[in-house]
């Protein structure tokens, strides 16, 4: 089951129209960070919190973080700005605001493998 709030991340980072991206090193985050993971190899696809999840020190290309019972390196960091207001169960940003994700690879962040994790963070300041 994909949750409206991952549909939205989806459309917005992967080049949505009202929002523009930029790819970043470094990010603030203003509050939470969540890890998400996708699993195609169930009965079921789904997208969950990450289990065992241990955030990086800082958002950072370079920087590591576990979950899943894996580590992982920050290698792809992407900001988006969005332009207008969006409102989703759990979930809302205001025009001119941004929203961050992080992973280990850009594929974590598409459809392209069974199983993904990356990072979501709601609010976040980007170091452009």
């Not at 523009?20 to 009965?43: A, D, M, T």
Request: proline share 7%.
């Amino acid at each position: 089951m994909i949750t409206p709030i991952i549909a939205l991340i989806a459309g917005l980072a992967m080049g949505g129209a009202g929002a523009k991206e930029y790819r970043v090193s470094e990010i603030q985050p203003l509050g939470e960070i969540r890890c998400n993971f996708h699993n195609e190899g169930s009965s079921v696809p789904s997208t969950q919190p990450c289990s065992d999840f241990k955030p990086p020190a800082k958002v950072a290309i370079g920087e590591s973080f576990s979950a899943e019972g894996l580590h992982r390196t920050i290698r792809f960091i992407v900001a988006t700005q969005v332009e207008k207001d969006y409102q989703v169960p759990n979930w809302s940003i205001k025009k001119g605001q941004y929203f961050c994700v992080a992973a280990e690879t850009i594929d974590d962040l598409g459809e392209g493998q069974a199983h993904r994790v990356w990072l979501f963070i709601p609010r976040c300041i980007p170091a452009l």
